[in-house]
């Protein structure tokens, strides 16, 4: 199944679940000044959560733009060497605004995950966890979906304060939050690393797939957990994650989506190897700019702008590594509108706006490095 293909069977699966599809929201957060970028599918829903908002529905699903490379959630320095980080990702998401909880919730995700009509995965590769506390999440997994003891986790605050659990999930400081149960998928014993909550869950082999929040709290600037109107959930599965389980490959830089734009850059880098650890910062790095720019991002000293300068600079930085004779970032925008404008139409609506501005700042990088090379010789 290829990415776009799977992106479009989870929408259509909640849907048939009574879920409204909603379109993904901006990468600019609007009117939340606690964030720098959407990093996830539940920002959009932010104030329905908290009851300061009514939807015409109570159920709904999304394939959200997400970016992680700036402020609280960054993942800059990691793209490129890793299997699994990137600075632009989309989340599939499924929410109940005060409509059915943890148990509809877990058995929507497991039905999707291993169902017939749907991606088919084997059982016995799945792992669970469920916050330590959460007594109702662990009878419904084990009672009710069976899932043998030996694959269920209890997770408590493991990260040196009340509620800083892996297991306990807020979207920053302050906001929406509650306990969650996540689904990991084992890759099997001829890959490193051990089951969550073990020593050596850092490694490969278990990997997060599917995160289901119950949200049950707003906590506030002070710490204080308040409880929200009506509980709730907000579901996240990374699609390049469960694109890579389903294709068989181990690295999300192996799928097809990524494969594609590899190839692009392979060929306007003049045939460099797909398998370069500095391609891959170009194939990531261009969905993100590309995307941040569509959304009236624009390269600038401050904020989300100096952010996007940074990315921009970081690719061609790799570019020129893999031996790039001038502007190279901007020609790819065309060979990612093709992969993803379909799904996401600004990016074909403004292509060649995106093209522009990354072509102008790619200039003035070479400007601003040429002009250090002449100082450093004058010394």
Known sequence: ?????????????????????????????????TLLFTNAGMNQFKDTFLGREERDYS?????QKCVRAGGKHNDLENVGYTARHHTFFEMLGNFSFGDYFKREAINF???????????????????VTVYAEDDEAYEIWNKEIGVPAERIVRIGDNKGARHASDNFWQMGDTGPCGPCTEIFFDHGPDVAGGPPGSPEEDGDRYIEIW?????????????????????SVDTGMGLERITAVLQGVHSNYEIDLFQDLLKSASDVLGGVATT????????????????LISDGVMPSNEGRGYVLRRIIRRAARH??????????????????AAEMGEAYPELR???????????????????????????????
């Open 59 to 63: 159920r709904a699903t999304t394939s």
């Open 349 to 379: 609506e403004r292509q060649s706006q995106v093209e522009k501005a990354l072509l102008a700042e790619e200039e003035q990088f070479a400007k601003t490095l040429d002009q250090g090379m002449r100082i450093l010789e004058a010394d």
């Open 109 to 127: 995700a497991w039905t999707f995950l291993t169902g017939d009509q749907w991606l088919k995965l084997p059982t016995e590769k799945l792992w």
């Open 211 to 231: 995160n289901v929040v119950f949200m049950q709290y707003n906590r506030t600037a002070d710490g204080e957990m308040l409880k929200l109107p009506k509980p």
């Open 319 to 336: 570019g020129n590594k893999l031996g790039a004779e001038g502007p190279f970032f901007y020609k790819l925008v065309d060979a990612l």
């Open 276 to 291: 370069e650890a500095s391609l891959r910062v170009v194939a990531d790095h261009i969905r993100s700019c590309a995307f």
């Open 1 to 33: 199944m290829k990415t776009a293909e799977l992106r479009q069977a989870f929408l259509d699966y909640f849907k048939q679940q009574g879920h409204a599809i909603v379109s993904s929201s901006s990468l600019v957060p609007a009117d939340d000044p």
